[in-house]
């Protein structure tokens, strides 16, 4: 019978959302330090990166500006193939500009890949990254992630922003999907 336990549906709890305010608290004092003097436009990719991208922005003491891309990939079923389609593009120009994408999770790593080459196409001043998490396991390319959250295990995660089914996004911890949720 379909619930709305939605905690009840994690079979593992990763990180509680206190644990993950701390480190995103880590991460914007790096980013303070990193960006001192430069202005600062975060880059969310949505819907993922909500989340993080709401929490890193107000952590942040400084001022940074917010614009947010939208893509999907085409692929198959779960697997991202790493042909992306821009389904909202960005706002602003970001020629001369830095620019920090803000991401959920680094999965195959293939949307990034993607992402960087498009945006450094575009000229900006600098172009990093920050994901709050990064599975090493299931990388099929190698991204230069200036700033990762956690490193996780190739697990089927849901919570803060990251779905299944377009559900688990409002979960405010982070955990494994119980198996008997999608088998
Ligand atoms: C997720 C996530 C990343 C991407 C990572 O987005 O937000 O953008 O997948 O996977 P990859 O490293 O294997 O490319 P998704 O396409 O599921 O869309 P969503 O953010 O709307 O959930």
Redesign the pocket.
């Known amino acids: 019978m379909e619930t709305d336990d939605v905690a009840g549906d994690l079979s593992e709890v990763l990180y509680t959302e206190q644990q993950v305010h701390a480190r995103i608290a880590e991460l914007c004092r790096e980013i303070e330090r990193d960006y001192a003097g430069r202005d600062l436009l975060l880059v969310g990719?949505?819907?993922?990166?909500v989340m993080v991208m709401a929490d890193l922005a107000r952590e942040l003491r400084r001022h940074v500006e917010m614009d947010w891309m939208?893509?999907?990939?085409y692929g198959t079923g779960t697997e991202?193939s790493?042909v992306v389609r821009i389904v909202k593009d960005l706002d602003t120009d970001i020629s001369g500009r830095h620019v920090l994408i803000v991401?959920?999770?680094?999965?195959?790593?293939?949307?990034?890949s993607w992402l960087r080459a498009n945006l450094l196409s575009r000229g900006p001043a600098s172009l990093e990254i920050c994901a709050l998490l990064r599975k090493p396991e299931?990388a099929?390319v190698e991204?230069d992630a200036r700033y990762v959250g956690f490193e996780i295990p190739n697990a089927f995660v849901v919570g803060y922003?990251?779905?299944y089914a377009e559900r688990y996004?409002n979960l405010r911890a982070i955990g494994v999907l119980a198996p008997h949720v999608y088998s």
């Open positions: 990719v949505l819907k993922g990166a939208a893509t999907s990939s991202s790493g991401e959920d999770i680094v999965d195959s790593g293939l949307t990034l299931a099929k991204i922003g990251l779905d996004r």
